[in-house]
């Protein structure tokens, strides 16, 4: 992502940035929404860094359930041991066995749990006689994770240039479930759905049904193509095929799950959907810990019960009791203070505020999202839908422009088939103020007005 410069990073120091040349602002000290630079600039953090500081930074509870679970136990190997806080955190979250979901896998990152996802769903086949099943099917413009496997099923084609031959191979992508971009002339929201479903039910049998282990999606799509909303019936209709065919559904919600959309799994606003196994990641830990989690179906436990008996899967730090501490501490606060019904109050004055403050911007084609998880995507032609030409990077000047006025919004480019497009996204904490939104789409307008400027 593009960062702006910052005399205070030494310029040879030995860590590794994500760019070579380009050197990252120090963050000094974070608390509620602003982010306080080294260099004296109070940054307003209205993306929560990618969708990840659900009750804002510094928070003092946190901290302090940190600090306890650090003075009783810092690490235990799985293998051997559990603590309280990982069996706490899992009891928390799966409280009710919510849709059958009845077990959880934490481990600490998104691209770990769905990988991990990815190999239980294999084992759910390899243990009830099907070894066949290798197929994986998923979206284009869709974001898994950068490990190999799962890399090789997210559509983020610029980041898999160099990576072409270095994939999981048996894969294959559908069309997003993306109106503003997809939907053809003419046709309504319930043709495109019947058109996607055809389309997914073609690829499991050109694929063979018995070939296919998952059929990986995120209920609303996050960074790559910006907060896309699926058309009504869509998840329900994807349910329903990989029912027909017996394929597991993996709902991957790292992004969009933990109440970002204003329910606790983004799938609950989707009608008859639940999946067999499914993730979550940015909003699990907050950002006080990195953890991730994979949700999984009685239906997928059961197969593993009355077969091998264990998951055949697992990694040093899973379960890891500071990481619990911190997330179940996030966790609590969320229930207690009521903030997922807060996210979807101030997800609708957030969209009153960003159509109000947008509206007479001439590059803002679409403006899209739910609970406090919006994007704006940007167009040269607001009648054609035409895209800037890539090498202007219009969605990374305007993160920039506003970075220069103290906001802090994630970027993307390549929104509308992996080279094309650009949107930048907002996901600011369930805490934060309706009048910190008015000043966070107020600088958003200003800061793609001096763009607009510059091309006109
Ligand atoms: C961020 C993200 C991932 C990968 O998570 P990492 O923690 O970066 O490995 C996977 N899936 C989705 C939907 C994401 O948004």
Redesign the pocket.
């Known amino acids: 992502m593009g960062s702006l410069g910052n005399a205070h990073v030494e310029a040879d120091g030995c860590l590794l940035h994500r760019s070579l040349v380009e050197k990252p602002a120090i963050v000094d000290s974070a608390e509620g929404v602003n982010l306080y630079l080294s260099d004296g600039r109070t940054i307003l953090d209205a993306c929560g860094g ?2 990840v500081a659900l009750i804002g930074h510094g928070n003092q509870e946190v901290n302090q359930a940190i600090i306890d679970q650090i003075q009783k136990v810092s690490y235990v190997h799985t293998q051997s041991y559990t603590t309280q806080s990982a069996e706490d955190l899992a009891n928390f979250l799966l409280q009710g066995r919510p849709h059958g979901l009845e077990k959880a896998f934490f481990v600490g ?6 990988e991990s996802a990815l190999k239980l769903a294999r084992q759910y086949y390899f243990e009830r006689g099907q070894p066949d099943r290798l197929h994986i099917v998923s979206r284009r413009q ?6 190999v496997a ?1 890399m090789s099923i997210s559509g983020n084609l610029s980041r898999k240039v160099p990576f072409a031959n270095f994939c999981y191979p048996n894969t294959s992508q559908v069309s997003p479930a993306y109106s503003y971009r997809y939907m053809l002339p003419g046709e309504t929201q319930t043709q495109f759905t019947r058109r996607l479903l055809q389309e997914l039910e073609d690829e499991f049998l050109r694929v063979g049904p018995a070939n296919v282990l998952a059929f990986v999606a ?1 209920p609303v799509a ?2 790559v193509a910006g907060c896309v909303i699926p058309p009504p019936g869509y998840l329900a209709g994807v349910r329903a095929l990989c029912d027909k065919y017996d394929i597991l559904l993996i709902l ?5 799950g933990v109440g970002r959309t204003g329910s606790f799994f983004a799938f609950e606003q989707e009608g008859d959907v639940v999946p067999d196994i499914m ?1 979550v ?2 909003g699990l830990g907050g950002g006080y810990s990195p953890i ?1 989690g994979v949700f999984v179906h009685r239906k997928v436990v059961n197969v593993l019960k009355q077969g091998s008996k264990a998951f055949n899967h697992g990694h040093t730090y899973q379960a890891h009791p500071i990481s619990c501490a911190a997330a179940l501490a996030v966790q609590k606060i969320v229930r207690r203070d009521n903030l997922i019904p807060r996210c979807a109050e101030m997800g609708k004055r957030l969209e009153n505020i960003l159509r109000a403050e947008l509206k007479d911007c001439w590059s803002v084609g679409d403006i899209r999202g739910r609970g406090l998880f919006w994007a704006v995507e940007f167009v040269k032609d607001r009648d054609t839908k035409e895209t800037f030409c890539p090498s202007l990077h219009f969605g990374i000047r305007v993160q920039q422009a506003a970075f220069e006025r103290g906001l802090a919004i994630y970027p993307g480019v390549g929104t509308v088939d992996g080279y094309r497009g650009d949107h930048i996204l907002l996901a600011p904490p369930f805490t934060i103020t309706e009048d910190q939104l008015r000043l966070a789409c107020r600088v958003l307008r200003i800061s793609i007005e001096t763009q607009e400027v510059l091309l006109s």
């Open positions: 990618a969708a990152s998104g691209s770990e749990a769905v869709c974001y898994h994770g950068n490990t799962t995120e996050g960074a991957d919600e790292i992004m969009c993730t990641a940015k991730s």
